[in-house]
């Protein structure tokens, strides 16, 4: 009895700190130290970040330079000036990561704030136990943290966003979208282009308002729940997936579309007409044509109700 009540209360308090923002930390650090960093970086150029144990902002704008500052934190004064933040700027790219000190323990870790041209590619961008947040960039960005929450704002370019028990967050984007993470809840809205979004544990919440013809839209995750609006009707096929969680579909009345539809110990209701030609229409599975046919719209759940609704 008294190994299990150790072992739950082991695992209360590993949940509690996976839920602490990395920053409640920093901010008890005893020793800081702020920095600044100015180079050229002209529109078009690229830009590398890598941190740990602290956040990433990145913010596009105008100029020709990238603007970097931040703030190294450690327990001891060792420790702080044991930490480097390195910077490495060539013709077309800038790269600035911080360095953790060879074979050094204790608390420590840095934070970042970048000011960039708007037109200007993230190559990547990455931290540990930190958030990260992108807005007004015109270029592809790779994002990718874990014990923290990824958003990203008014994007043009292609995104990848990664990160584990952490959310993620994205809002007027025109590009192809890959976000997955674990553990956290993804919300994507105003998103025009490729889309795809994986997490688990957590429900899904998207709406998009025009969808790239040439890879299918994927939404998976677990014990979560699923609701995708379609601004317009489908181009290519649609594949909504969970366990232990509902799905609602909205789409415009005009959709024309393959419907397929499957739950367990779950109902299915629909306000879009199914032709019945070869179709399957049950309790649990909805099968067939609507307005004639056209790509495939699968929806896929156990546990749950399916929701299909005209926009």
Do not use: W
Not at 2 to 18: F, V
């Amino acid at each position: 009895m008294r190994t299990s009540i150790l072992a739950t209360m082991t695992i209360a308090a590993a949940t509690i700190l996976a839920g602490c923002d990395i920053e409640e930390f920093a901010g008890s650090s005893r020793f800081k130290e702020d920095f600044h960093y100015s180079y050229d970086l002209r529109p078009g150029g690229r830009l590398a970040v890598e941190s740990f144990n602290g956040s990433i902002e990145i913010t596009g704008g105008g100029g020709d330079k990238v603007e970097i500052s931040g703030t190294r934190y450690a327990s001891t004064r060792e420790l702080l000036e044991a930490l480097k933040v390195d910077v490495v700027q060539t013709d077309n790219s800038v790269r600035v990561r911080a360095i953790r000190p060879s074979g050094r323990r204790g608390n420590m870790g840095a934070s970042f704030v970048i000011r960039l041209p708007r037109q200007v590619e993230i190559e990547r961008a990455e931290s540990s136990n930190g958030s990260i947040k992108i807005e007004d960039v015109e270029g592809r960005a790779r994002l990718a943290t874990s014990n923290g929450a990824i958003r990203a704002f008014r994007l043009n370019g292609d995104i990848e966003a990664t990160t584990s028990n952490g959310s993620i967050e994205l809002k007027e984007s025109q590009g192809n979208a890959i976000l997955r993470t674990s553990n956290g809840k993804i919300t994507a809205m105003d998103i025009r282009g490729r889309f795809e979004a994986e997490t688990s544990n957590a429900s899904i919440e998207a709406r998009v308002a025009e969808l790239d013809g040439s890879r299918p839209l994927r939404l998976d995750t677990s014990n979560g729940a699923i609701r995708l609006t379609l601004e317009q009707t489908p181009k290519t096929d649609v594949r909504l997936s969970t366990s232990n969680g509902s799905i609602t579909f909205v789409a415009p009345s005009s959709m024309a579309a393959r419907l397929k539809a499957g739950t367990s110990n779950g109902s299915i209701s629909s306000s879009f007409n199914v032709g019945p030609e070869g179709g399957v229409k049950t309790k649990n599975r909805l099968e067939g044509a609507v307005n004639g046919g056209g790509p495939l719209v699968e929806l896929a759940t156990s546990n749950g109700s399916i929701n299909i609704e005209q926009l």
